[in-house]
């Protein structure tokens, strides 16, 4: 192994321990008791300066939504900082980043793939606040505790998908990771010579590949060859038409060059992430729907709505880029996998179950309110 | 190759930082002020709030409710929606904390007696009145009261007027109020001249708002 690819490994451990980490610690946080919740350490730093500045742009909103009544040019500020907010707002908790970014690393998806799942998803939120405060606030006339309540059926709803979601990925990653481990056991010889080289990796990302599909895969004894490999490969991206709606093809592009764009493009490509997508996005911000409960009663329905859309932009761009990380995290940890062919696979795969639980851990967190997420709920 | 590896560095180290902070979130802010009620053998028997709520919560609190006039509440007409507040708010203990001699007091407050709504029409802002009674009414040396969200959805501010009374407590007695800190804040940010919001909108649970009595 080399210098680099050692460093590496090192980092990508570190990246997935601070993730592992964050959420045990939110997860021990939470547990407390408001009664039992002691002093918490001062947040400080960037964090803390972002939380600051999200506080500030919100308090902006309800001034800017006012004078924006009787000034057309104050719709731009509240556009601004809309936006502004919606970037710093994303810092904290629910908006799905967690979600996804362990999603993402599950199931081996490009930070392409990974920045359209944050859009989507933020863009679903967008849609759900504006749904309900309309059919709610403007059709029915329902009052706060009538939208909170519907809120929180949405977010149960949202958070069980979220654990069916996790609990698919840890089916298939799970079983991945079994028949790596056969493979493994019942091949002696380690590794072949010519492996280490950068060949090796179409190769080993085909055999990855080709352990998702049950009829690729009942063929071909276990230590298959690297070319027998190659074939498998891309007979599996010409048949990928078929199986797009089975979570398991989302794995079929094993190449160190990233996804083919027509994988991206095609039909598969957006079911594939849609049960995340509806998973994440399905539950509404709060801060928006009070945003637009608020231009309802300014009788600037319409302000609320652009601002709420705006702030999805913003709150896309922070999951992305957070998601960005998780995707760039997996792809070092494959690279090293790469140069260590057989353990590395299975640490590949390990680290991929791992992320599934994560998914799972999240949504049922989240389901039994034990991990805190925004709260509707108080009045 | 060595960009890449500071930027994953940066990225880690980013992350580790932000993770435990991921808590705090407010979208209500409460200007606040307090009254502490005291017996006449000078033991404290409970505490009295004015919680007023920021514009944009008030519009979404108020949304659906009946009104006779437009742009108005009653009391009464708020009353429905007074009873659902304080219901949820035992949930979170009141956000109330009572400290004797420097140790929490579990389960010391009484359901809220007294409570009712306010509609400022000109603010657009509603002021929630209610009393927690103390279970057992307290004597101490030191005796502190504290208001805070620890999931800090909600950000409590005590008013820059009249924060906290003293209400016929013994004349020996002395009281002070120590607001959040305003490390992120500049005094220069200032939208709302009623209510000292920015002096609490820094986050955390440390960030609470404490009234210390002392009596010698």
């Given at each position: 192994?080399t ?17 592992v980490?964050?959420a ?21 730093g ?45 810092a ?72 069916l ?23 002696s ?10 060949h ?27 070319a ?6 891309h ?57 637009l ?31 960005t ?30 992320a ?6 999240f ?7 034990t991990?805190?997420?925004e709260?509707?709920?108080?009045f | ?5 500071v930027f994953l ?47 944009m919560?008030s ?17 009464e ?52 009145h ?18 805070y ?21 013994p ?32 986050m ?13």
């Amino acid at each position: 192994m080399t210098r680099n690819a050692k460093a590496r490994l090192l980092l990508s451990v570190l990246i997935l321990a601070a993730l592992v980490a964050g959420a045990c610690y939110r997860e021990a946080l939470a547990q407390s008791s408001p009664l039992a919740a002691m002093r918490q350490p001062a947040p400080a730093g960037l964090f803390g300066w972002l939380l600051s500045k999200q506080a500030l742009f919100y308090r902006e909103l309800s001034g800017l939504i006012r004078a924006a009544k009787s000034d057309g040019t104050a719709l731009w500020g509240l556009l601004g900082v809309s936006f502004a907010y919606g970037i710093f707002h994303a810092a904290g908790p629910g908006h799905g980043k967690a979600v996804i970014s362990s999603y993402l690393v599950a199931n081996e998806e490009t930070w392409r793939r990974g920045v359209t799942l944050s859009f989507a998803s933020a863009l679903l939120q967008a849609i759900t606040a504006v749904l309900i405060v309309a059919v709610a606030a403007v059709l029915i006339g329902a009052t706060a505790k009538a939208m909170g309540d519907t809120v929180r059926v949405i977010e149960n709803l949202s958070y069980a998908l979220i654990v069916l979601v996790g609990a698919r990925l840890f089916w298939v990653k799970g079983r991945a990771f079994m028949r790596t481990l056969r493979a493994l056991n019942s091949k002696s010889l380690p590794a072949e010579p010519e492996h280490a080289h950068d060949h090796a990796t179409h190769a080993h990302d085909g055999r990855a590949a080709c352990c998702h599909h049950d009829h690729a895969h009942r063929d071909h004894e276990p230590n298959q060859s690297a070319a027998a490999d190659m074939h498998e490969h891309h007979h599996e991206s010409g048949h990928h038409g078929h199986d797009h709606d089975d979570e398991e093809s989302v794995l079929p592009w094993g190449h160190a060059h990233g996804p083919e764009p027509e994988e991206l493009a095609g039909p598969g490509g957006w079911r594939r992430g849609l049960s995340a997508i509806v998973a994440v996005g399905l539950r509404p911000c709060s801060g928006a729907i009070i945003v637009l409960v608020f231009s309802l009663a300014q009788g600037l329905f319409w302000a609320g709505v652009a601002s709420t859309f705006v702030m999805a932009i913003g709150t896309a761009i922070t999951v992305a880029a957070i998601a960005t990380l998780a995707v760039g995290a997996r792809a070092v940890a494959k690279r090293f996998a790469a140069t260590r062919v057989s353990y590395g696979t299975l640490v590949l795969r390990g680290i991929e179950v791992g992320a599934a639980v994560l998914v799972m851990a999240f949504g049922v967190l989240l389901l039994t309110g034990t991990m805190a997420s925004e709260r509707m709920g108080m009045f | 190759m060595i960009r890449r590896i500071v930027f994953l560095i940066a990225a880690f180290l980013w992350l580790l930082a932000s993770m435990p902070h991921a808590q705090a979130h407010p979208h209500v802010w409460v200007t606040m002020t307090s009254e502490l009620l005291y017996a006449p053998d000078g033991s404290l028997t409970g505490v009295r709030h004015a919680w007023t709520f920021d514009d944009m919560f008030s519009a979404f609190a108020t949304q659906g409710l009946e009104q006779k006039t437009k742009g108005q509440f009653t009391r009464e007409e708020l009353q429905p929606l007074a009873k659902v507040n304080v219901d949820s708010l035992q949930e979170y203990a009141y956000f109330t904390y009572v400290n004797v001699d420097g140790k929490r007091q579990k389960d010391a407050l009484l359901d809220p007696i007294d409570y009712y709504l306010e509609y400022d029409p000109n603010e657009t802002v509603l002021t929630l009145h209610f009393t927690l009674p103390l279970k057992a009414p307290v004597k101490a040396k030191t005796l502190e009261v504290e208001v805070y969200d620890p999931e800090f959805f909600i950000d409590f501010g005590f008013a820059e007027k009249n924060q906290v009374k003293l209400v016929n407590a013994p004349a020996q007695c002395s009281m002070s109020v120590a607001k959040p800190r305003d490390d992120f804040f500049s005094a220069a940010v200032r939208l709302d001249k009623s209510t000292a919001w920015e002096a609490n909108a820094g986050m955390g649970a440390n960030f609470a708002n404490r009234v210390t009595v002392t009596c010698p």
